[in-house]
Protein backbone atom coordinates (compact mmCIF):
# COMPACT_ATOMS: atom_id res chain seq x y z
CA UNK A 1 0.00 0.00 0.00
CA UNK A 2 1.43 3.51 -1.17
CA UNK A 3 0.42 5.18 2.50
CA UNK A 4 2.23 2.65 4.35
CA UNK A 5 5.43 3.49 2.13
CA UNK A 6 5.20 7.43 2.73
CA UNK A 7 4.25 7.21 6.45
CA UNK A 8 7.22 4.72 6.89
CA UNK A 9 9.24 8.02 6.27
CA UNK A 10 7.45 9.91 8.59
CA UNK A 11 7.37 7.14 11.42
CA UNK A 12 11.24 6.53 10.82
CA UNK A 13 11.63 10.28 11.86
CA UNK A 14 9.52 10.25 14.92
CA UNK A 15 10.77 6.66 15.93
CA UNK A 16 10.84 8.17 19.70
CA UNK A 17 6.96 9.49 20.06
CA UNK A 18 5.61 6.38 18.07
CA UNK A 19 7.34 4.19 20.77
CA UNK A 20 5.78 6.24 22.92
CA UNK A 21 2.68 6.61 21.45
CA UNK A 22 2.35 2.77 20.91
CA UNK A 23 3.53 1.87 24.84
CA UNK A 24 0.87 4.13 26.11
CA UNK A 25 -1.98 2.75 23.21
CA UNK A 26 -1.19 -0.81 24.92
CA UNK A 27 -1.04 0.58 28.44
CA UNK A 28 -4.34 2.32 27.52
CA UNK A 29 -6.04 -1.05 26.30
CA UNK A 30 -4.58 -2.95 29.52
CA UNK A 31 -5.60 -0.53 31.76
CA UNK A 32 -9.65 -1.22 30.27
CA UNK A 33 -9.30 -4.63 30.05
CA UNK A 34 -7.69 -4.55 34.00
CA UNK A 35 -11.19 -2.88 35.18
CA UNK A 36 -12.78 -6.63 34.91
CA UNK A 37 -10.12 -7.93 37.43
CA UNK A 38 -10.36 -5.05 39.62
CA UNK A 39 -14.53 -5.29 39.78
CA UNK A 40 -14.13 -9.19 40.27
CA UNK A 41 -11.59 -8.35 42.97
CA UNK A 42 -13.09 -5.82 44.54
CA UNK A 43 -16.56 -6.91 44.74
CA UNK A 44 -14.99 -10.74 46.12
CA UNK A 45 -13.32 -8.76 48.92
CA UNK A 46 -16.19 -6.42 49.62
CA UNK A 47 -18.73 -9.02 49.88
CA UNK A 48 -16.18 -10.52 51.97
CA UNK A 49 -16.40 -7.73 54.07
CA UNK A 50 -13.29 -5.92 53.58
CA UNK A 51 -14.31 -2.46 52.22
CA UNK A 52 -11.90 -0.51 53.06
CA UNK A 53 -9.35 -2.82 51.40
CA UNK A 54 -11.57 -2.64 48.34
CA UNK A 55 -11.94 1.10 48.65
CA UNK A 56 -7.85 1.85 48.52
CA UNK A 57 -7.45 -0.72 45.82
CA UNK A 58 -10.19 1.30 43.62
CA UNK A 59 -8.48 4.74 44.41
CA UNK A 60 -4.84 2.96 43.43
CA UNK A 61 -6.32 2.20 39.84
CA UNK A 62 -8.52 5.34 39.10
CA UNK A 63 -5.33 6.73 39.67
CA UNK A 64 -3.38 5.07 37.64
CA UNK A 65 -5.98 4.88 34.65
CA UNK A 66 -6.17 8.27 34.70
CA UNK A 67 -2.50 8.94 33.83
CA UNK A 68 -2.27 6.46 31.34
CA UNK A 69 -5.33 7.96 29.71
CA UNK A 70 -3.73 11.46 29.62
CA UNK A 71 -0.30 9.78 28.77
CA UNK A 72 -2.37 8.10 25.87
CA UNK A 73 -3.71 10.94 24.56
CA UNK A 74 -0.96 13.44 25.10
CA UNK A 75 1.35 10.68 23.48
CA UNK A 76 -1.08 10.78 20.56
CA UNK A 77 -1.58 14.10 20.20
CA UNK A 78 2.03 14.36 20.29
CA UNK A 79 3.08 11.72 17.21
CA UNK A 80 -0.03 13.63 15.23
CA UNK A 81 0.91 16.90 15.06
CA UNK A 82 5.29 15.91 14.64
CA UNK A 83 3.70 13.77 11.87
CA UNK A 84 1.16 16.19 10.09
CA UNK A 85 3.72 19.42 10.23
CA UNK A 86 6.37 17.60 8.37
CA UNK A 87 3.68 16.73 5.62
CA UNK A 88 2.74 19.62 5.40
CA UNK A 89 6.13 20.61 4.77
CA UNK A 90 7.13 17.92 2.74
CA UNK A 91 4.26 18.96 0.35
CA UNK A 92 4.80 22.45 -0.22
CA UNK A 93 8.36 21.78 -0.17
CA UNK A 94 7.69 19.03 -3.83
CA UNK A 95 5.43 22.04 -4.74
CA UNK A 96 8.09 24.22 -5.00
CA UNK A 97 10.65 22.27 -6.47
CA UNK A 98 7.99 21.33 -9.48
CA UNK A 99 8.69 22.66 -13.07
CA UNK A 100 6.41 25.32 -14.05
CA UNK A 101 4.51 23.19 -16.71
CA UNK A 102 3.71 20.73 -14.22
CA UNK A 103 2.78 23.58 -11.30
CA UNK A 104 0.19 24.93 -14.06
CA UNK A 105 -1.41 21.34 -14.28
CA UNK A 106 -3.44 22.35 -10.75
CA UNK A 107 -4.74 25.36 -9.49
CA UNK A 108 -3.23 27.39 -7.10
CA UNK A 109 -6.36 26.95 -4.85
CA UNK A 110 -6.17 22.94 -5.38
CA UNK A 111 -2.41 22.65 -3.91
CA UNK A 112 -4.44 25.26 -0.74
CA UNK A 113 -6.62 22.77 -0.38
CA UNK A 114 -4.60 19.99 -0.48
CA UNK A 115 -2.29 21.28 2.01
CA UNK A 116 -5.21 23.11 4.68
CA UNK A 117 -7.90 19.90 3.96
CA UNK A 118 -6.19 16.90 2.76
CA UNK A 119 -3.54 16.72 5.47
CA UNK A 120 -6.20 17.52 7.74
CA UNK A 121 -8.10 14.50 6.72
CA UNK A 122 -4.45 12.25 7.33
CA UNK A 123 -4.08 14.44 10.88
CA UNK A 124 -7.31 13.65 12.22
CA UNK A 125 -7.88 9.95 10.68
CA UNK A 126 -4.51 8.68 10.41
CA UNK A 127 -2.29 8.24 13.10
CA UNK A 128 -5.34 8.41 15.48
CA UNK A 129 -6.72 5.34 13.57
CA UNK A 130 -3.21 3.25 13.24
CA UNK A 131 -2.77 3.86 17.28
CA UNK A 132 -6.48 3.06 17.75
CA UNK A 133 -6.37 -0.36 15.80
CA UNK A 134 -2.56 -1.25 17.90
CA UNK A 135 -4.73 -0.14 21.28
CA UNK A 136 -7.79 -2.52 20.09
CA UNK A 137 -5.76 -5.43 18.97
CA UNK A 138 -3.96 -5.68 22.21
CA UNK A 139 -7.42 -5.04 24.16
CA UNK A 140 -8.83 -7.68 22.12
CA UNK A 141 -5.73 -10.28 23.12
CA UNK A 142 -6.01 -9.23 26.54
CA UNK A 143 -9.19 -10.08 26.95
CA UNK A 144 -9.10 -12.88 25.43
CA UNK A 145 -6.82 -14.49 27.58
CA UNK A 146 -8.72 -13.12 31.05
CA UNK A 147 -12.07 -14.02 29.51
CA UNK A 148 -10.48 -17.47 28.82
CA UNK A 149 -9.48 -17.60 32.05
CA UNK A 150 -13.08 -17.52 33.33
CA UNK A 151 -14.25 -20.13 31.04
CA UNK A 152 -13.42 -21.46 27.53
CA UNK A 153 -16.91 -21.60 26.68
CA UNK A 154 -17.42 -17.72 26.72
CA UNK A 155 -14.01 -17.64 24.32
CA UNK A 156 -15.26 -20.07 21.81
CA UNK A 157 -18.78 -18.60 21.85
CA UNK A 158 -17.38 -14.74 21.18
CA UNK A 159 -15.12 -15.78 18.16
CA UNK A 160 -17.88 -17.47 16.93
CA UNK A 161 -20.22 -14.91 16.58
CA UNK A 162 -16.88 -12.57 15.57
CA UNK A 163 -16.42 -14.73 12.39
CA UNK A 164 -20.35 -14.42 11.48
CA UNK A 165 -20.21 -10.43 11.87
CA UNK A 166 -16.49 -9.85 9.74
CA UNK A 167 -18.85 -8.78 6.96
CA UNK A 168 -18.82 -5.16 8.02
CA UNK A 169 -15.71 -4.00 6.36
CA UNK A 170 -15.63 -5.33 3.42
CA UNK A 171 -19.46 -3.77 2.89
CA UNK A 172 -18.27 -0.05 3.78
CA UNK A 173 -14.62 0.33 2.73
CA UNK A 174 -15.63 1.02 -0.45
CA UNK A 175 -18.24 3.43 -0.48
CA UNK A 176 -16.22 5.23 2.31
CA UNK A 177 -13.29 5.66 0.70
CA UNK A 178 -15.41 6.92 -2.23
CA UNK A 179 -17.42 9.23 -0.18
CA UNK A 180 -13.82 10.55 1.21
CA UNK A 181 -12.62 11.69 -1.96
CA UNK A 182 -15.31 13.17 -3.34
CA UNK A 183 -15.58 15.32 -0.29
CA UNK A 184 -12.08 16.05 -0.64
CA UNK A 185 -12.65 17.27 -4.13
CA UNK A 186 -15.70 19.25 -3.35
CA UNK A 187 -13.25 21.38 -0.55
CA UNK A 188 -11.16 21.78 -2.88
CA UNK A 189 -13.43 23.31 -5.22
CA UNK A 190 -14.61 25.52 -2.36
CA UNK A 191 -11.75 26.67 -1.62
CA UNK A 192 -11.21 27.86 -5.74
CA UNK A 193 -14.79 28.97 -5.38
CA UNK A 194 -13.95 31.05 -2.06
CA UNK A 195 -10.87 32.18 -3.30
CA UNK A 196 -12.20 33.70 -6.43
CA UNK A 197 -15.20 35.34 -4.71
CA UNK A 198 -12.77 37.35 -2.63
CA UNK A 199 -9.73 37.75 -4.98
CA UNK A 200 -12.26 39.11 -6.92
CA UNK A 201 -13.98 41.53 -4.43
CA UNK A 202 -13.29 44.38 -6.69
CA UNK A 203 -14.80 43.59 -9.92
CA UNK A 204 -17.96 42.18 -7.92
CA UNK A 205 -18.37 45.50 -6.20
CA UNK A 206 -17.51 47.99 -9.04
CA UNK A 207 -20.14 46.02 -11.36
CA UNK A 208 -22.49 45.24 -8.49
CA UNK A 209 -22.48 41.71 -9.21
CA UNK A 210 -22.72 40.45 -5.16
CA UNK A 211 -25.45 38.30 -6.40
CA UNK A 212 -23.89 36.97 -9.21
CA UNK A 213 -20.77 36.72 -6.78
CA UNK A 214 -22.79 35.21 -4.04
CA UNK A 215 -24.61 32.99 -6.43
CA UNK A 216 -21.08 31.46 -7.61
CA UNK A 217 -19.91 30.98 -4.36
CA UNK A 218 -23.65 29.45 -2.58
CA UNK A 219 -22.85 26.49 -5.85
CA UNK A 220 -19.62 25.14 -4.59
CA UNK A 221 -20.98 26.06 -0.73
CA UNK A 222 -24.03 23.55 -1.55
CA UNK A 223 -22.08 21.08 -3.21
CA UNK A 224 -19.55 20.85 -0.13
CA UNK A 225 -22.55 20.44 2.06
CA UNK A 226 -24.04 17.65 -0.23
CA UNK A 227 -20.49 15.63 -0.06
CA UNK A 228 -20.05 16.31 3.76
CA UNK A 229 -23.46 14.85 3.98
CA UNK A 230 -22.68 11.66 2.31
CA UNK A 231 -19.67 11.58 3.84
CA UNK A 232 -20.83 11.70 6.98
CA UNK A 233 -23.50 9.55 6.93
CA UNK A 234 -21.48 6.42 5.65
CA UNK A 235 -19.25 6.83 8.28
CA UNK A 236 -22.24 7.10 10.84
CA UNK A 237 -23.81 4.03 9.37
CA UNK A 238 -20.31 2.38 9.27
CA UNK A 239 -19.87 3.14 13.32
CA UNK A 240 -23.54 2.55 14.40
CA UNK A 241 -23.90 -1.15 12.41
CA UNK A 242 -20.71 -2.09 14.49
CA UNK A 243 -22.10 -0.16 17.67
CA UNK A 244 -25.75 -2.49 17.62
CA UNK A 245 -23.40 -5.67 16.43
CA UNK A 246 -21.21 -4.97 19.54
CA UNK A 247 -24.59 -4.87 21.95
CA UNK A 248 -26.15 -7.56 20.51
CA UNK A 249 -23.06 -9.92 21.25
CA UNK A 250 -22.47 -8.13 24.53
CA UNK A 251 -26.47 -8.62 25.52
CA UNK A 252 -25.47 -12.64 24.71
CA UNK A 253 -22.67 -12.78 26.88
CA UNK A 254 -24.69 -11.15 29.46
CA UNK A 255 -26.88 -13.55 29.48
CA UNK A 256 -24.60 -16.79 29.05
CA UNK A 257 -23.04 -15.35 32.12
CA UNK A 258 -26.14 -15.23 33.95
CA UNK A 259 -26.97 -19.29 33.23
CA UNK A 260 -22.92 -20.10 34.93
CA UNK A 261 -23.93 -17.76 38.28
CA UNK A 262 -27.69 -19.71 37.78
CA UNK A 263 -25.59 -23.05 37.73
CA UNK A 264 -23.36 -21.88 40.37
CA UNK A 265 -20.22 -22.52 38.19
CA UNK A 266 -18.50 -18.67 39.00
CA UNK A 267 -18.92 -15.94 41.71
CA UNK A 268 -20.82 -12.86 41.64
CA UNK A 269 -17.17 -10.85 41.23
CA UNK A 270 -16.33 -13.22 38.20
CA UNK A 271 -19.68 -12.68 36.61
CA UNK A 272 -19.51 -8.87 36.79
CA UNK A 273 -15.63 -9.60 35.69
CA UNK A 274 -16.48 -11.62 32.50
CA UNK A 275 -19.16 -8.91 31.83
CA UNK A 276 -16.78 -6.18 31.60
CA UNK A 277 -14.14 -8.72 30.23
CA UNK A 278 -16.51 -9.30 27.21
CA UNK A 279 -17.06 -5.56 26.89
CA UNK A 280 -13.22 -5.43 26.54
CA UNK A 281 -13.35 -7.78 23.51
CA UNK A 282 -16.77 -6.81 22.00
CA UNK A 283 -15.64 -2.63 22.27
CA UNK A 284 -12.05 -2.77 19.68
CA UNK A 285 -13.15 -5.82 18.45
CA UNK A 286 -16.21 -3.78 16.50
CA UNK A 287 -13.98 -0.79 16.49
CA UNK A 288 -11.54 -2.42 14.42
CA UNK A 289 -14.44 -3.10 11.98
CA UNK A 290 -15.06 0.60 11.88
CA UNK A 291 -11.38 1.74 11.93
CA UNK A 292 -10.27 -0.57 9.21
CA UNK A 293 -12.89 0.88 6.27
CA UNK A 294 -11.73 4.30 8.34
CA UNK A 295 -8.33 3.86 7.50
CA UNK A 296 -8.86 2.39 3.63
CA UNK A 297 -10.76 5.38 3.08
CA UNK A 298 -7.67 7.66 3.50
CA UNK A 299 -6.00 6.01 0.09
CA UNK A 300 -7.54 8.04 -2.36
CA UNK A 301 -6.14 11.33 -0.16
CA UNK A 302 -2.45 9.53 -0.34
CA UNK A 303 -3.12 9.03 -3.56
CA UNK A 304 -4.02 12.53 -4.70
CA UNK A 305 -0.85 13.73 -2.02
CA UNK A 306 1.13 11.89 -4.31
CA UNK A 307 -0.18 13.09 -7.59
CA UNK A 308 -0.28 16.68 -6.84
CA UNK A 309 3.37 16.96 -5.65
CA UNK A 310 4.87 14.25 -8.02
CA UNK A 311 8.50 15.86 -8.93
CA UNK A 312 10.27 14.46 -11.92
CA UNK A 313 13.75 14.96 -10.57
CA UNK A 314 14.13 16.05 -6.56
CA UNK A 315 18.66 16.48 -7.38
CA UNK A 316 19.00 18.98 -10.09
CA UNK A 317 17.60 22.62 -8.54
CA UNK A 318 20.63 23.43 -6.55
CA UNK A 319 23.51 21.91 -8.23
CA UNK A 320 23.50 23.79 -11.71
CA UNK A 321 25.77 27.12 -11.27
CA UNK A 322 25.38 30.39 -13.26
CA UNK A 323 27.18 29.70 -16.46
CA UNK A 324 29.43 32.31 -18.58
CA UNK A 325 28.39 32.65 -21.50
CA UNK A 326 28.54 35.19 -24.95
CA UNK A 327 25.54 33.61 -27.33
CA UNK A 328 22.12 31.54 -26.21
CA UNK A 329 20.96 30.14 -29.43
CA UNK A 330 17.89 28.36 -29.60
CA UNK A 331 17.39 25.90 -32.96
CA UNK A 332 14.29 25.12 -34.70
CA UNK A 333 12.56 25.29 -31.41
CA UNK A 334 8.39 24.40 -30.87
CA UNK A 335 6.15 24.64 -27.82
CA UNK A 336 2.68 23.26 -27.01
CA UNK A 337 0.84 23.92 -24.04
CA UNK A 338 -0.12 20.56 -22.53
CA UNK A 339 -3.26 18.90 -23.91
CA UNK A 340 -3.43 21.40 -26.51
CA UNK A 341 -3.03 21.13 -30.24
CA UNK A 342 -2.45 24.16 -31.29
CA UNK A 343 1.48 24.79 -31.31
CA UNK A 344 2.31 28.13 -29.84
CA UNK A 345 5.49 28.29 -31.19
CA UNK A 346 6.52 26.49 -34.39
CA UNK A 347 10.23 25.91 -35.69
CA UNK A 348 11.57 29.31 -33.82
CA UNK A 349 15.59 30.07 -34.34
CA UNK A 350 16.96 32.89 -32.42
CA UNK A 351 20.05 34.04 -30.74
CA UNK A 352 20.39 35.70 -27.72
CA UNK A 353 24.18 37.73 -26.95
CA UNK A 354 25.14 39.10 -23.85
CA UNK A 355 24.71 42.55 -23.35
CA UNK A 356 22.25 43.40 -26.37
CA UNK A 357 19.07 44.89 -26.05
CA UNK A 358 15.80 42.90 -27.47
CA UNK A 359 12.43 43.93 -28.15
CA UNK A 360 9.99 41.17 -28.73
CA UNK A 361 6.87 42.43 -30.25
CA UNK A 362 3.92 41.08 -31.54
CA UNK A 363 -0.45 40.84 -30.95
CA UNK A 364 -2.21 39.75 -28.00
CA UNK A 365 -1.97 35.72 -28.11
CA UNK A 366 0.83 36.22 -30.63
CA UNK A 367 3.02 33.70 -27.54
CA UNK A 368 5.48 36.46 -26.37
CA UNK A 369 4.82 35.37 -22.78
CA UNK A 370 5.39 31.54 -23.84
CA UNK A 371 8.55 32.46 -25.65
CA UNK A 372 10.18 34.40 -22.42
CA UNK A 373 9.03 31.30 -20.26
CA UNK A 374 11.39 29.16 -22.68
CA UNK A 375 14.12 31.48 -22.31
CA UNK A 376 13.69 32.17 -18.88
CA UNK A 377 14.07 27.81 -18.97
CA UNK A 378 10.45 27.74 -17.39
CA UNK A 379 9.16 25.90 -20.61
CA UNK A 380 10.96 23.28 -21.83
CA UNK A 381 10.36 23.28 -25.55
CA UNK A 382 8.77 20.09 -27.55
CA UNK A 383 11.69 20.09 -30.53
CA UNK A 384 14.87 21.93 -31.21
CA UNK A 385 18.05 22.83 -29.53
CA UNK A 386 19.10 25.05 -27.09
CA UNK A 387 23.07 26.04 -27.15
CA UNK A 388 25.59 27.46 -25.31
CA UNK A 389 28.21 29.54 -27.31
CA UNK A 390 27.72 27.02 -29.72
CA UNK A 391 27.75 23.72 -27.08
CA UNK A 392 24.77 21.92 -25.82
CA UNK A 393 24.85 21.46 -21.98
CA UNK A 394 23.23 19.53 -19.22
CA UNK A 395 19.89 20.62 -17.80
CA UNK A 396 19.90 23.62 -20.36
CA UNK A 397 16.76 25.03 -18.50
CA UNK A 398 18.18 25.14 -15.10
CA UNK A 399 20.76 27.11 -16.35
CA UNK A 400 18.55 29.66 -18.05
CA UNK A 401 16.91 29.91 -15.54
CA UNK A 402 20.02 30.93 -13.15
CA UNK A 403 20.90 33.59 -15.86
CA UNK A 404 17.96 35.32 -16.00
CA UNK A 405 15.90 37.74 -14.00
CA UNK A 406 12.20 38.02 -14.88
CA UNK A 407 10.06 41.17 -14.04
CA UNK A 408 6.19 39.61 -15.14
CA UNK A 409 3.26 41.66 -15.88
CA UNK A 410 1.49 40.67 -13.23
CA UNK A 411 3.94 41.87 -9.99
CA UNK A 412 3.72 39.26 -6.97
CA UNK A 413 5.12 40.88 -3.70
CA UNK A 414 5.42 38.88 -0.43
CA UNK A 415 3.59 41.03 2.53
CA UNK A 416 6.48 41.68 3.68
CA UNK A 417 8.72 44.96 3.96
CA UNK A 418 9.73 47.04 0.91
CA UNK A 419 13.53 45.39 1.69
CA UNK A 420 12.69 42.11 2.16
CA UNK A 421 10.65 42.02 -1.21
CA UNK A 422 14.08 43.10 -3.02
CA UNK A 423 16.41 40.73 -1.08
CA UNK A 424 14.18 37.89 -0.43
CA UNK A 425 17.03 36.50 2.13
CA UNK A 426 20.48 37.68 0.96
CA UNK A 427 22.34 40.69 2.04
CA UNK A 428 23.93 43.76 0.17
CA UNK A 429 23.07 47.43 1.48
CA UNK A 430 25.93 48.66 -1.06
CA UNK A 431 23.80 47.01 -3.77
CA UNK A 432 20.34 47.89 -2.24
CA UNK A 433 20.95 50.94 -2.32
CA UNK A 434 22.37 51.38 -6.35
CA UNK A 435 18.91 48.84 -7.27
CA UNK A 436 16.61 51.46 -5.39
CA UNK A 437 18.07 54.41 -7.46
CA UNK A 438 18.19 52.74 -10.29
CA UNK A 439 14.41 51.36 -10.19
CA UNK A 440 13.35 55.03 -8.98
CA UNK A 441 11.79 54.17 -5.80
CA UNK A 442 14.23 56.79 -3.95
CA UNK A 443 11.73 58.41 -3.05
CA UNK A 444 9.14 56.23 -1.87
CA UNK A 445 11.81 54.88 0.13
CA UNK A 446 12.58 58.27 1.60
CA UNK A 447 8.98 58.52 2.17
CA UNK A 448 7.70 55.20 3.34
CA UNK A 449 10.60 53.78 4.87
CA UNK A 450 12.46 50.98 3.37
CA UNK A 451 11.37 48.22 6.55
CA UNK A 452 7.57 49.73 4.94
CA UNK A 453 5.63 46.30 5.06
CA UNK A 454 3.80 46.11 1.67
CA UNK A 455 0.57 44.21 2.48
CA UNK A 456 -0.65 40.89 0.90
CA UNK A 457 0.80 40.89 -2.15
CA UNK A 458 1.51 44.93 -1.91
CA UNK A 459 -1.97 45.70 -1.63
CA UNK A 460 -0.57 48.60 0.31
CA UNK A 461 0.80 49.84 -3.03
CA UNK A 462 0.31 51.35 -6.34
CA UNK A 463 0.50 49.17 -9.02
CA UNK A 464 3.57 51.35 -10.85
CA UNK A 465 5.21 51.03 -7.60
CA UNK A 466 4.67 47.69 -7.05
CA UNK A 467 6.32 47.22 -10.27
CA UNK A 468 9.07 49.54 -9.57
CA UNK A 469 9.68 47.37 -6.45
CA UNK A 470 9.67 43.82 -9.05
CA UNK A 471 12.83 45.45 -11.31
CA UNK A 472 14.70 46.50 -8.05
CA UNK A 473 14.56 42.63 -7.14
CA UNK A 474 15.60 41.59 -10.91
CA UNK A 475 18.37 44.08 -10.95
CA UNK A 476 19.31 42.66 -7.26
CA UNK A 477 19.83 39.36 -8.01
CA UNK A 478 22.70 40.50 -10.89
CA UNK A 479 21.78 38.13 -13.42
CA UNK A 480 23.05 37.99 -17.14
CA UNK A 481 19.41 38.54 -18.78
CA UNK A 482 16.64 41.02 -17.41
CA UNK A 483 13.04 40.13 -18.65
CA UNK A 484 10.36 42.63 -18.93
CA UNK A 485 6.93 41.10 -19.65
CA UNK A 486 5.39 44.25 -20.03
CA UNK A 487 7.08 45.24 -16.61
CA UNK A 488 7.08 48.98 -16.62
CA UNK A 489 3.47 48.92 -18.25
CA UNK A 490 2.05 49.76 -14.99
CA UNK A 491 4.18 53.28 -14.66
CA UNK A 492 3.83 56.70 -16.33
CA UNK A 493 5.53 57.33 -19.24
CA UNK A 494 8.30 59.38 -17.89
CA UNK A 495 8.67 56.70 -15.00
CA UNK A 496 8.77 53.85 -17.82
CA UNK A 497 11.37 56.01 -19.69
CA UNK A 498 13.82 56.53 -17.60
CA UNK A 499 13.78 53.15 -16.15
CA UNK A 500 13.99 51.62 -19.72
CA UNK A 501 16.95 54.28 -20.26
CA UNK A 502 18.55 52.47 -16.98
CA UNK A 503 18.37 49.30 -18.27
CA UNK A 504 19.15 49.95 -21.64
CA UNK A 505 22.22 51.28 -20.57
CA UNK A 506 23.56 48.82 -18.18
CA UNK A 507 26.48 47.49 -20.30
CA UNK A 508 27.27 43.33 -20.04
CA UNK A 509 23.52 42.98 -19.09
CA UNK A 510 20.98 41.57 -21.89
CA UNK A 511 17.77 43.09 -21.92
CA UNK A 512 14.57 41.33 -23.51
CA UNK A 513 11.66 43.44 -23.24
CA UNK A 514 8.04 42.83 -24.70
CA UNK A 515 5.71 45.63 -24.94
CA UNK A 516 2.51 46.20 -27.04
CA UNK A 517 2.82 50.41 -27.17
CA UNK A 518 6.13 49.92 -29.57
CA UNK A 519 6.85 53.81 -30.70
CA UNK A 520 8.85 54.30 -32.75
CA UNK A 521 11.66 56.07 -31.01
CA UNK A 522 11.52 52.98 -29.11
CA UNK A 523 12.30 50.82 -31.62
CA UNK A 524 15.60 52.83 -32.38
CA UNK A 525 16.80 52.06 -29.15
CA UNK A 526 16.91 48.18 -29.15
CA UNK A 527 19.45 46.16 -31.11
CA UNK A 528 17.35 43.66 -32.56
CA UNK A 529 13.47 43.50 -32.72
CA UNK A 530 12.19 40.46 -32.23
CA UNK A 531 8.46 39.99 -33.82
CA UNK A 532 6.04 36.85 -33.19
CA UNK A 533 3.41 36.03 -35.34
CA UNK A 534 1.62 32.85 -35.61
CA UNK A 535 3.89 31.01 -33.69
CA UNK A 536 6.97 32.22 -35.72
CA UNK A 537 9.14 35.25 -35.23
CA UNK A 538 10.77 37.87 -37.75
CA UNK A 539 14.03 39.49 -36.56
CA UNK A 540 14.66 42.96 -37.62
N1 LIG B 1 -1.35 27.84 -19.60
C1 LIG B 1 -1.83 27.83 -20.84
N2 LIG B 1 -2.47 26.74 -21.30
C2 LIG B 1 -2.95 26.69 -22.55
N3 LIG B 1 -2.82 27.69 -23.46
C3 LIG B 1 -2.19 28.81 -23.06
C4 LIG B 1 -1.67 28.94 -21.75
N4 LIG B 1 -1.09 30.16 -21.64
C5 LIG B 1 -1.24 30.75 -22.85
N5 LIG B 1 -1.90 29.95 -23.70
C6 LIG B 1 -2.23 30.22 -25.10
O1 LIG B 1 -1.00 30.43 -25.80
C7 LIG B 1 -1.12 31.47 -26.75
C8 LIG B 1 -0.01 32.49 -26.52
O2 LIG B 1 -0.20 33.09 -25.26
P1 LIG B 1 0.84 34.15 -24.67
O3 LIG B 1 0.41 34.48 -23.30
O4 LIG B 1 2.20 33.63 -24.87
O5 LIG B 1 0.60 35.39 -25.66
P2 LIG B 1 1.12 36.88 -25.54
O6 LIG B 1 1.65 37.23 -26.87
O7 LIG B 1 2.03 37.04 -24.40
O8 LIG B 1 -0.26 37.61 -25.25
P3 LIG B 1 -0.52 39.03 -24.50
O9 LIG B 1 0.22 40.06 -25.27
O10 LIG B 1 -1.98 39.17 -24.64
O11 LIG B 1 -0.05 38.86 -23.11
C9 LIG B 1 -2.53 32.03 -26.59
O12 LIG B 1 -3.34 31.51 -27.62
C10 LIG B 1 -2.99 31.54 -25.25
O13 LIG B 1 -4.37 31.32 -25.25
Given amino acids: MMEVVLM ?122 ILSIVSAIAMLVMAVIVITRYSWVFTAFMFGMTLVMFVVPTIFTKKLSAATLEFSKAQENMTEGLTEVVSGYEVVKSFQKEDYATAKFEKCNSLLMKRAKTFGLVKQINS ?82 KKDWNRISFEDISFAYPGEEKTVLSDISLSIDKGKKYLIVGESGAGKTTLINMICGNYAPLGGRILFDGKAVESAMETLKRNTAVVWQNVFLFNESIKNNILMGATDEKKLGDVIKEARIAEMVMDKGIDYEVGSDGNLLSGGQKQRIAIARALFADRDIIVLDEGISALDKETALEIEDTLLKRKGQTLISISHHVLPEMRAKYDEIIELKDGTIRIA
Fill in 240 to 321: STSSTLMFSMQMVICLLAGYFIYAGKISYGSTVGVIQASGCFCQPLFQLFALIPAIRALTPIWEKIEEYTAVENDEIEVSIP
Fill in 8 to 129: KKYLKKNVGSLILAIVFAIAYAGAFVGISLLLQEIIDIALAGEIRKATIISACYIAAFSFVCFMQALSQVRLNQKIAGEIRSTIVGKILKKDTLSFEKYKGSDYISLVQNDVKKIEDGYIET
